[in-house]
C-alpha cells in the first residue's frame, strides 16, 4: 500500500491554463498550482490542453497590446511627468524644525510619431502597401515604388492627424 496516485484538479487544471495564459514557463506552473515540477512532467498529458490553451489566448492579448502600443507610438503623443521633492525646513545644526515641504512639478513630453513604425504598420496592414511586401518582386525596392510607398506613408499620416478621414485619391 502506497500513496495514492495523482490525479489533477479541476481547479489546478484551470490554475495551469491561467499560469500559460500569463506566460509561465512549466517549472513556474508547477510552483502555481502547488505540485512538484517533476509530478507535473510526470503528469504533463493531462494538462496539455490547458497549457496550448492559455498560451494561444496570453499570445492574443499580447499581440493586441504590441499592436496598441505600435499604433501609440506611430500617431505620436503626449505625457506627463511628475517630479516631487521633499525638504525638511532644517535649523543651522541640521535639526529639522518644521515640516517638509514638498514641491511638485509636472513637465509635459512629446513622444514625436515614428515613420518606420508607420511603414512597417503600413506594409503589413495595408493593400495599397502590398507591392513594397511583395518578397516574389524583385524590384519592390526600387526608388519608384519607395518614392510611392513615402507617400503614401504621408497620406496615412495625414488620414491620422485628420481624425481618420481617407485621403482623397484625386491628388
Do not use: C
Amino acid at each position: 500500500m502506497g500513496r495514492p496516485p495523482y490525479i489533477p484538479t479541476e481547479a489546478q487544471l484551470n490554475r495551469a491554463y491561467k499560469a500559460a495564459k500569463k506566460g509561465l514557463n512549466e517549472e513556474q506552473i508547477s510552483k502555481e498550482i502547488g505540485i512538484p515540477y517533476s509530478t507535473f512532467q510526470d503528469h504533463k498529458p493531462e494538462f496539455s490542453g490547458y497549457l496550448k490553451k492559455g498560451r494561444a489566448e496570453g499570445d492574443i492579448n499580447n499581440m493586441v497590446d504590441v499592436e496598441n502600443s505600435m499604433l501609440k507610438s506611430i500617431k505620436g503623443f503626449e505625457y506627463e511627468e511628475v517630479h516631487t521633492t521633499e525638504k525638511y525646513v532644517e535649523d543651522e545644526n541640521g535639526n529639522m524644525i518644521g515640516q517638509k515641504e514638498v514641491t511638485v512639478k509636472k513637465i509635459k513630453k512629446l513622444i514625436p510619431t515614428s515613420p518606420v513604425l508607420a511603414m512597417f504598420w503600413a506594409v503589413n496592414r495595408s493593400d495599397r502597401w502590398h507591392s513594397i511586401n511583395n518578397k516574389d518582386d524583385k524590384s519592390s525596392l526600387s526608388p519608384d515604388k519607395l518614392e510611392n510607398a513615402m507617400k503614401a506613408m504621408s497620406e496615412i499620416m495625414d488620414m491620422t492627424h485628420k481624425g481618420g478621414e481617407k485621403p482623397s485619391n484625386d491628388k
